[in-house]
């Protein structure tokens, strides 16, 4: 059939831009490592860019939306020379927040997700990555002790894994249609999590349209473990409230705070008696049940949970954007996502396998990277005997720098750490904040802060394959260095 000539025109007045060439591509991409070689070496010196730098980063970046392409060359340049200075990465002298260790191995597993650009809503969409993926979610669920027939999909993070995870509870236990009616029927339903709980779950309940009202906040004991006669205590209380259904408990198997984990057997028990679902959250702490340390028996029974998420991008040391929900009843985190639609009908399959699973039905998101290339790789490399290695160096430094600061009589270390996770303050109140704010202050050696019972602490979060004894007996001199100067 002829082509109506007038549009043919106005195709042909559109001139195609220029585009990258695959032979340039990959030249760049192969000479690009000058552009990121101390990102690399995790050794390498870097001085944090602080707020006071933040005006200075912000004008070398500011411009206008530009209408005209420029040659890439001049793009990398603007990268390495404006954007790199700017950046905040985390080497081995950084112990905020929970610090990430991405392995080279799976940095580069990391890597290949977008030369391949593999579409992981279903398994038409790429059978091999799908496997891949599903593999490695059935991998982790066997780690923290799940069988039969369960399942998960990856996230951004922690934070949408617990929104998604909190959602299909709700969506099984709730005794009305809750995909239908929605969340509040002719009751409210109530959740319970401890003080230390992360705030993306006061995050995840407004969101799912309950807000924090339905949300019970349970006070911790010395170790900041959720107090299990007051939890009990508040369940009674609410069941006697008509308009009211505890629904879920939430449990913390490593709190971002001081890494403190709750009792697994005490919550299912009580999860149990009151038909509650279990949910854990063991974005940070999930990982250490490889760990040969001692701790890991608290986290033994974690597989006790109706679900769980965990982050690789924590104690599996991926990249980013590694959050995993994972649900003892697969079908019910099925059942609480997937939606049909007229044009999907093509990816659907009637037949059953074990880890080719159509991801959207089982998360919400429908256009999804493939993150599981980055974890398997880990897997295959270090083996579970390598990575329970490294997770329990890390507990172990985390215990040295405990043991240095305890017989310390100056400092007052917070029972509650747990994990890699260290908390401690001067015990002279007056001189804390000073302290504290004194540490902050450095730019080499980043540590965090918190706040334990409204007292200001120092926190050190102890995360990376390459750290050791040694660096970990120099931030404990850089500590003691501070309050001298005081
Ligand atoms: C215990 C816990 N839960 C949830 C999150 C949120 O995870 P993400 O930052 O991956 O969204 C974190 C993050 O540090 C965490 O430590």
Redesign the pocket.
Known sequence: MEVSDEIEKKFNSIIKPKKLENEKFWDILLNSKDLIVGMLDQNSYHEFNTFDDFIKIEEEIYTELPNEGKNIEEIMKTIKLKIVPGFNYENNNFFG??PRSPTNVSKLGDMLVPIFDQYLGNSIGSPSATAIEGLVVKWIGQILGYEGGFFGSFT???????LQAIYTGLVAKLPWDVKKLGMINDKRPIVYCSDQ?????KKAMMMLGLGKNSLRIIETNDNLEIDIEILLSKIEDDFKNPELIPIMLIG?????NSGSIDDIIGLNEISEKFNLWFHI?????GFAILSNHDVSKKIKKIGLADSI?V?T??WLFTP?E??LTLVKNGDLLKNAFSYKAEYLEDTYFNFDTIVMKNFSDYGMALSRKWRGIMIWMNIQFYGLDGISKLITRNIYLADILKDMIGKNSDLYLHPGSNLGIVCFKHVNHEINAEFISKIQQNRTLKIGHTKINNLQYCRISILGEDLDIEIIKNVYQEIIKNFKEI
């Open positions: 927040y929970i951004i993070g922690g934070s949408d894994a617990n709980t992360h705030l993306c779950i913390n198997v490593g709190t971002t959250d063991a974005s940070y702490g998420v982050d991008h924590k980013m590694g959050g």
